[in-house]
């Protein structure tokens, strides 16, 4: 077995190659949650069920504000609200196949959808610049709850943690996107310079 030295002592780096046969030889029912998980599965999936909950709402509120978008000037906000929610859409996908890899069942359920999501759905009946405020909202909560994932699942589950850095990114692109909207349409810049 090899070592490496870590803060000053030596840690197993690498099992030799008859302990890994043996190890994934046991419990072939966890399916990719191998003995070396470093984390609590069942809270990693609670946590992942929160995300895919905020994802869906996600989903549907960029979808709503796609269809219900009016005005002079919206059909390029209005392509902007779908391809969000396209873009939304693969992270539900992403968050859910995790979520069966960690032996969950992802939990799609429109029952009580909203209050296991940190978004909200929002109102319907909103304006141009109303619906874009809503949706930069949204995504500023979106990427404080996917930080704080990403800081809890570190190096417990780097699996996981990378999947939610991807989506991270995304959000923050989301909301970049939704600001550059906000400032068109207001005529002034949010960001300090």
């Given at each position: ?37 470093g ?24 979808t ?10 919206s ?21 859910a ?11 799609m ?21 109303e ?19 990403v ?43």
């Open positions: 077995m090899a070592t490496t030295k870590t803060n000053n002592h030596a840690t197993p780096f690498l099992s030799d190659i008859k302990t890994l046969r043996e190890r994934a030889r046991k419990n072939l029912a966890k399916g990719a949650v191998t003995d070396n998980y984390g609590d599965v069942k809270k990693s999936i609670d946590l992942l069920q929160g995300a895919l909950a905020t994802e869906i709402v996600c989903v549907l509120r960029y709503m504000h796609a269809v219900a978008a009016s005005g002079i000037d059909d390029a906000v209005k392509q902007e609200f779908q391809e969000h929610a396209d873009e939304e859409r693969e992270h539900m996908m992403q968050i196949e995790r979520i069966n890899q960690l032996g969950g069942k992802p939990n359920d429109p029952r009580g959808l909203e209050s296991r999501s940190a978004s909200e759905y929002g109102a319907s009946e909103l304006n141009l610049v619906m874009i405020k809503e949706n930069l909202v949204a995504e500023r909560i979106a990427i404080e709850h996917y930080r704080e994932l800081r809890y699942f570190a190096d417990n589950d780097p699996t996981t943690r990378n999947m939610l850095v991807h989506i991270l990114a995304v959000e923050e692109e989301h909301a970049n996107d939704m600001h550059d909207l906000l400032v068109s349409r207001e005529g002034k810049p949010f960001l300090a310079n």
